[in-house]
C-alpha cells in the first residue's frame, strides 16, 4: 500500500505562480508513473502531467510551457511547478502514483491517488 499526500496549493492571481508538491510513504518501491490530474466540481478528473521513473514526461496542451513536472526518485515525491496561472487553472490538483511503466493519461492506470490541495486563480 501507498500513502500519498499533496501540498502547495493556494490562491494567486494570475500570472502567478504555485509550486505543488506530493509526497508519498509506503511501498513506494512498486511505484513507476506518477502524474497531477485536477478536477472542478461537475467535471470528471482530467490528467494535467506524467513521469515515468525514467523521467519521460508527457503534458496535456493547457499545461505546455507553463507547468513543469518533476519527481525525485529516490523518495518517490513529486512536484508540479506552475507558471501564469490562469484563472481556467482553478481547480483541485491530485497526485496519482501507478504500479505500470509507460505512464498513460487516464485515471484508469494509477492505483494510488491523494486527497487533492486547492489551487484558486483569481483574474
Known amino acids: 500500500q501507498v500513502h500519498v499526500v499533496e501540498s502547495g496549493g493556494g490562491s494567486v492571481q494570475a500570472g502567478g505562480s504555485l509550486r505543488l508538491s506530493c509526497a508519498t510513504s509506503g511501498y513506494t518501491s512498486s511505484i513507476y508513473c506518477m502524474g497531477w490530474f485536477r478536477q472542478v466540481p461537475g467535471k470528471g478528473r482530467e490528467w494535467v502531467a506524467v513521469?515515468?521513473?525514467?523521467?519521460?514526461?508527457s503534458y496535456v496542451d493547457a499545461a505546455k510551457g507553463r507547468f513543469t513536472i518533476s519527481r525525485d526518485n529516490a523518495k518517490n515525491n513529486l512536484y508540479l511547478q506552475m507558471n501564469s496561472l490562469k484563472p481556467e487553472d482553478t481547480a483541485k490538483y491530485y497526485c496519482?502514483?501507478?504500479?505500470?511503466?509507460?505512464?498513460?493519461?487516464?485515471?484508469?492506470?494509477?492505483?494510488?491517488w491523494g486527497q487533492g490541495t486547492q489551487v484558486t486563480v483569481s483574474p
Open positions: 513521469i515515468d521513473d525514467d523521467g519521460t514526461t
Open positions: 496519482a502514483a501507478g504500479i505500470y511503466r509507460g505512464c498513460r493519461n487516464s485515471t484508469a492506470w494509477y492505483n494510488y
